[in-house]
């Protein structure tokens, strides 16, 4: 019972949290909100309190078809480089996973992820975004190509 309040709970403040991103964005270019629904939809608006979570997301998903940076991966673990080069070519997403929890794990090293390329490359690999605008309070809108 208590579990099933809580996720209500937390799926009221996640929608409160879409709406609020969607005044801010409609507040920023003079937009009614219902203009700004529709735009934005063409796009991603984050708060940069999200960026974490959003990056966190895309590491534990392991996109292979993008290209793998095996340098900072080596630098973020202290794994060879090699192993690395290896693990890409062989696709092994599982090994590549094991080798993050075993020596800094996925909070970790998705921060140094996101200190190290910024958000814009992990939007880039969700959704193609082509522009990053800021719309104040630490809010940003990602324009999706």
Same mark, same amino acid.
């Given at each position: 019972?208590?579990?099933? &309040?809580?996720?209500?709970?937390n799926e009221f403040f996640a929608a409160q949290f879409e709406e609020h991103k969607i005044e801010v964005y409609a507040?920023?270019?003079?937009?009614?909100?219902?203009?700004?629904?529709?735009i934005s939809s063409e796009g991603l608006i984050l708060h940069d309190s999200e960026f974490?979570? &959003?990056?966190?997301?895309?590491?534990?998903?392991?996109?292979?078809?993008?290209?793998?940076?095996?340098?900072?991966?080596?630098?973020?673990?202290?794994?060879?480089?090699? *192993?690395?080069?290896?693990?890409?070519?062989?696709?092994?997403?599982?090994?590549?996973?094991?080798?993050?929890?075993?020596? *800094?794990?996925?909070?970790?090293?998705?921060?140094?992820?996101?200190?190290? &390329?910024?958000?814009?490359?992990?939007?880039?690999?969700?959704?193609?975004?082509?522009?990053?605008?800021?719309?104040?309070?630490?809010?940003?809108?990602?324009?999706?190509?």
């Amino acid at each position: 019972m208590m579990n099933t &309040f809580i996720e209500s709970k937390n799926e009221f403040f996640a929608a409160q949290f879409e709406e609020h991103k969607i005044e801010v964005y409609a507040k920023k270019y003079n937009l009614t909100v219902e203009e700004a629904e529709s735009i934005s939809s063409e796009g991603l608006i984050l708060h940069d309190s999200e960026f974490l979570r &959003f990056v966190i997301d895309v590491v534990q998903q392991m996109y292979l078809h993008e290209p793998i940076d095996t340098t900072f991966m080596s630098m973020a673990t202290g794994v060879s480089k090699s *192993v690395f080069d290896h693990l890409h070519t062989t696709e092994d997403i599982e090994a590549l996973r094991s080798i993050i929890d075993a020596t *800094v794990g996925i909070m970790q090293f998705s921060k140094m992820a996101l200190d190290y &390329f910024g958000i814009s490359y992990f939007i880039t690999i969700e959704g193609n975004a082509s522009s990053m605008y800021p719309l104040g309070d630490g809010y940003y809108y990602f324009q999706c190509a």
